[in-house]
């Protein structure tokens, strides 16, 4: 009697699985611009308006490989630890990176495999030495 009752619980999880796997093919296969409440793109926007500044850019992507500190930050990218911690704040509110307390040290990092592939997308995108086009990565004609 046991093993009725798991079966139909696994017969009904692999059912729920199933309509759950349907509908999120359903749902992405949707254009883009449906797939968004106007809220949503709203959000969407302050994300893309944060990453739009070159120093807050820059800290985004110090943190996208490691955990890193406010100090080793402003170090590497040559601002003061001051300015990164007011960009840090506006790309924490704007969850686009998270803090991590280790011990009496804060360590900011990507923890969104959304965010981080994009991310990663993008400076590969733009790192790439030469295009389609036969531009190089400043948008100048590549020379033979």
Known sequence: MGDGVASVHIHALASHQGFEHRMHRAFSQKPAHLRLSEDQTTELADMFRLMSDPS?????????????S???MASALGLSPSLVSHH?????????????????????LITDEHIRRVLS????????????D????????AQP
Do not use: W
């Not at 704040?89 to 360590?107: K, S």
């Not at 036969?134 to 004609?141: L, Q, S």
């Open 134 to 141: 036969g531009e190089d990565g400043d948008g100048e004609v």
């Open 56 to 68: 807050r850019l820059r800290i985004i992507l110090a943190c996208l490989e490691t955990p890193t």
């Open 121 to 132: 997308d993008m400076v590969d995108h733009v790192a790439e030495s030469e295009d389609v």
């Open 70 to 72: 406010v100090g080793d």
């Open 88 to 108: 840090l704040r506006l790309l924490r509110a704007g969850r686009l990176i998270q803090a991590e307390r280790r011990g009496n040290r804060v360590f900011y």
